[in-house]
Nanobody, 115 residues
Framework: QVQLVESGGGLVRSGGSLRLSCAAS????????MSWYRQGPGKERELVAT????????NYADSVKGRFTISRDNTKSTVALQMNSLKPEDTAVYYC????????WGQGTQVTVSS
């Protein structure tokens, strides 16, 4: 059974940092690309960052470039999102997603950035 479990969300002030983690199980994690998405209040879900199976190919949404860093540990089947210089507009539920067929989603973790 595939499971993606996010953790690390919380309440932080503007300019602060948080580190999200997604623990994966039930598939060959080391062979699968992973992504982080987010959905803010009243907004559509949007792609934040992607990382290839080896970690060599990484892409970011323009809105988070230079502030967020995606990484993975294939020995632990985890993918992380380090978020620095957080802004109120980063407030959202953050989800990890696997590039499997079909794709799988975690349950999400809430990030709230106060001004």
């Amino acid at each position: 059974q595939v499971q993606l479990v996010e953790s690390g969300g919380g309440l932080v002030r503007s300019g602060g940092s948080l580190r999200l983690s997604c623990a994966a199980s039930g598939f060959l994690f080391r062979l699968i690309g992973m992504s982080w998405y987010r959905q803010g209040p009243g907004k559509e879900r949007e792609l934040v960052a992607t990382i290839s199976s080896t970690g060599q190919i990484i892409n970011y949404a323009d809105s988070v470039k230079g502030r967020f860093t995606i990484s993975r540990d294939n020995t632990k089947s985890t993918v992380a999102l380090q978020m620095n210089s957080l802004k109120p507009e980063d407030t959202a539920v953050y989800y990890c997603k696997s590039a499997t067929n079909p794709p799988y989603w975690g349950q999400g973790t809430q990030v709230t950035v106060s001004s």
